[in-house]
């Protein structure tokens, strides 16, 4: 089984410009969430996603960001403009439909912005 | 609301040394307590979990125990090895609430 797939693995822009990150939920996983680890601090939630249904986006930051999940697969996460606070790490994690405390969570190994 | 506070690191450790991580938590329901582990150029991993007071996780020779009267979940393993070098995160998810809280990572180092 194909894991939590996310790329690029690394990315680095100027500050102002456009960057889209990408993840590749396992197949047949209906949630999928978003992370963020900003400067060697705690990782902290994004969004989930139920298929292509925003279900919980309080983490997101401000409306540079945009996420989307066109058809319930991949999941995009645009920074327009970006920003130099913007720099970190972007985890994708996906997970089954149920009881969290059985089906755990799948993280991909995550996409290092650089922001200059 | 919820938080995560763990050791701060880096933590560098000689080979077959005892190890401990500390970490606690402050949660408004009753949480299920994680520690997850980064390996060198890898995603997150579950290391274990635990979902209810004094249940211990445990995998590859690392335990941590439920402690609800001292909201603790401290991450111990008797004798570390080199491969054991990775940064390792706490974190907590509220039942009913599908979101995971992290603390800011240990970055453990075992030297030969």
């Known amino acids: 089984e194909a894991g939590v797939t996310q790329f690029p693995s690394h990315s680095v822009i100027e500050k102002g410009q456009t960057v889209t990150l990408r993840c590749d939920p396992i197949?047949?996983?209906?949630?999928l969430y978003w992370y963020r680890r900003v400067m060697g601090k705690e990782i902290k939630f994004l969004l989930h996603?139920?298929?292509?249904?925003?279900?919980?986006e309080s983490g997101m930051p401000n409306n540079r960001f945009l996420a989307e999940r066109t058809g319930g697969t991949y999941s995009t996460l645009k920074v327009q403009p970006a920003e130099l606070e913007d720099s970190g790490v972007y985890f994708c994690?996906?997970?089954?439909?149920?009881?969290?405390?059985?089906?755990?969570?799948?993280f991909g190994s995550g996409t290092r912005l650089t922001v200059v | 609301g919820n938080s995560v506070t763990q050791m701060e690191g880096p933590v560098t450790l000689s080979e077959e040394a005892f190890l401990t991580i500390n970490c606690t938590y402050t949660?408004?329901?009753?949480?299920?307590l994680f520690w997850y582990v980064q390996y060198p150029g890898e995603g997150l991993q579950l290391l274990l979990k635990?979902?209810?007071?004094?249940d211990k996780g445990s995998n590859k020779g690392f335990e941590a125990t439920y402690r609800k009267e001292t909201t603790s979940f401290h991450l111990e393993k008797g004798s570390v090895q080199v491969s054991d070098s990775a940064v390792y995160f706490c974190?907590?998810?509220?039942?009913?609430?599908?979101?995971?809280?992290f603390g800011t990572g240990t970055r453990l180092t075992i030297i030969p």
């Open positions: 994690a996906s997970r089954l439909q149920g009881d969290p405390g059985i089906y755990g969570y799948t």
């Open positions: 197949s047949g996983h209906d949630n």
């Open positions: 996603f139920v298929k292509e249904s925003k279900q919980d």
């Open positions: 949660a408004t329901g009753y949480p299920s």
């Open positions: 635990a979902t209810k007071a004094d």
């Open positions: 974190a907590l998810e509220d039942f009913g609430n599908e979101k995971l809280t």
